[in-house]
């Protein structure tokens, strides 16, 4: 079967395409779902509980990726790279109330995601999500946002001993999945991404509109870079 890929930077061998799995896993933040709003107006109510000055959406955008508690730290240390431990506890402890009560008021899914989700499953393909998000805010999200259905596998930053770029997540929604890691491939946005699927000896392709927090993608090998999200169909064929 022949694959355009006229928008598509391939970084492995074009050859490879479309890649024949069984299914397919997801990043969240910065790959289905656009959260920079929802994540900065907690942050921004942590830091007023704080006494701090507000930060800009665009600046939450570049600290997302290794979890709550470190996109806490993030905003605490730009603020005051001096914040001791007990002030970023407080504020993490801060942010979880102020984000459980708006994790889905400004978040929406990116242009094509829906679409190309809906397509993907009737492709045959198995679809789980892999994402360092904690539980109690995955699962309200890709719920209020009707994603959930089409998931086999749900895997968040708390459900496994260590999160991406360890590979365990990975090989956890496999195994929910019941199919082998060399049968999927992982969507996502960043450096953890690559690093995990690259571990867990897993295709990966990656987004350029994500939370990538600056770095070259390219430069990391993935099997291809896409810049939108349904350019991703004609890469994959159901194993």
């Known amino acids: 079967m022949a694959t355009n890929l006229t928008n598509t930077r391939v970084i492995a061998d074009e050859e490879i395409f479309p890649l024949a799995v069984g299914a397919a896993l997801f990043d969240l933040d910065g790959t289905l779902v656009d959260s920079a709003p929802d994540l900065a107006g907690a942050a921004n109510a942590m830091l007023n509980d704080l006494?701090?000055?507000?930060?800009?959406?665009?600046?939450?955008?570049?600290?997302?990726?290794?979890?709550?508690?470190?996109?806490?730290?993030?905003?605490?240390?730009?603020?005051?790279?001096?914040?001791?431990?007990?002030?970023?506890?407080?504020?993490?402890?801060?942010?979880?109330?102020?984000?459980?009560?708006?994790?889905?008021?400004?978040?929406?899914?990116?242009?094509?995601?829906?679409?190309?989700?809906?397509?993907?499953?009737?492709?045959?393909?198995?679809?789980?999500?892999?994402?360092?998000?904690?539980?109690?805010?995955?699962?309200?999200?890709?719920?209020?946002?009707?994603?959930?259905?089409?998931?086999?596998?749900?895997?968040?930053?708390?459900?496994?001993?260590?999160?991406?770029?360890?590979?365990?997540?990975?090989?956890?929604?496999?195994?929910?999945?019941?199919?082998?890691?060399?049968?999927?491939?992982?969507?996502g946005d960043s450096a953890n991404d690559i690093l995990a699927a690259q571990s867990a000896n897993m295709p990966v392709i990656c987004v350029s509109y994500g939370y990538n927090r600056g770095v070259n993608l390219d430069a990391m090998n993935p099997d291809a870079v896409i810049d939108a999200f349904e350019e991703l169909p004609p890469l994959l064929t159901k194993a």
Not at 53 to 70: L, Y
Not at 118 to 145: A, H, M, W, Y
Request: with cysteine; charged share 25%.
């Open 51 to 187: 006494g701090r000055p507000a930060v800009k959406v665009d600046e939450v955008r570049s600290w997302v990726g290794d979890g709550a508690k470190k996109l806490v730290e993030y905003v605490l240390l730009n603020g005051d790279p001096k914040t001791n431990t007990d002030v970023i506890e407080r504020g993490f402890e801060l942010f979880l109330e102020h984000y459980a009560l708006m994790v889905c008021d400004q978040t929406k899914p990116y242009p094509g995601v829906v679409q190309t989700i809906i397509d993907l499953s009737e492709q045959g393909l198995r679809l789980g999500c892999v994402t360092n998000k904690p539980d109690r805010f995955t699962r309200p999200l890709l719920e209020q946002l009707n994603l959930d259905a089409y998931l086999s596998s749900i895997v968040s930053g708390d459900t496994c001993a260590a999160k991406k770029p360890d590979p365990m997540p990975l090989l956890k929604a496999c195994d929910d999945m019941g199919i082998s890691h060399e049968a999927c491939v992982l969507v």
